[in-house]
Nanobody
Framework: QVQLVESGGGLVQAGGSLRLSCAVSKTIFSINAMGWYRQAPGKQRDLAARITRGGSTNYADSVKGRFTISRDIVKNTVYLHMNSLKPEDTAVYYC?????????WGQGTQVTVSS
C-alpha cells in the first residue's frame, strides 16, 4: 500500500509558476515509476510527466520545456515544477505511483491559471 499526498496547487496568472509536491509513504526506489497526471473538467485524466525508478523522465508534448518532474529521495517526495503556465493547464493534478498491476493515486490538487 502506498499513500500519496499532494500539495502546492492554487490560482496563478498566465505566465506564472507553481511547484506541486507529492509526499510518498514509502521509499521512492521501491516504486517502479512516479507520475503526475491531470484532468480538466469534462476531459480524461492524462499523463503530464513521469519519472522511473532509474531516473528516466518523459513528458506530454503539451508541457515539454515548461514542466519538470523531480524527486527528493531523502524526503520521499516527488515534485512537478511548472513554468510559463497557460490557461489550458488548468486541471486537477494527481500524483501516481506505478507498481505495475497496482496503481496508487493521491487526492488531487487544483491548479487554476487565469488569463
Amino acid at each position: 500500500q502506498v499513500q500519496l499526498v499532494e500539495s502546492g496547487g492554487g490560482l496563478v496568472q498566465a505566465g506564472g509558476s507553481l511547484r506541486l509536491s507529492c509526499a510518498v509513504s514509502k521509499t521512492i526506489f521501491s516504486i517502479n515509476a512516479m507520475g503526475w497526471y491531470r484532468q480538466a473538467p469534462g476531459k480524461q485524466r492524462d499523463l503530464a510527466a513521469r519519472i522511473t525508478r532509474g531516473g528516466s523522465t518523459n513528458y506530454a508534448d503539451s508541457v515539454k520545456g515548461r514542466f519538470t518532474i523531480s524527486r527528493d529521495i531523502v524526503k520521499n517526495t516527488v515534485y512537478l515544477h511548472m513554468n510559463s503556465l497557460k490557461p489550458e493547464d488548468t486541471a486537477v493534478y494527481y500524483c501516481n505511483a506505478d507498481q505495475g498491476a497496482l496503481q496508487y493515486w493521491g487526492q488531487g490538487t487544483q491548479v487554476t491559471v487565469s488569463s
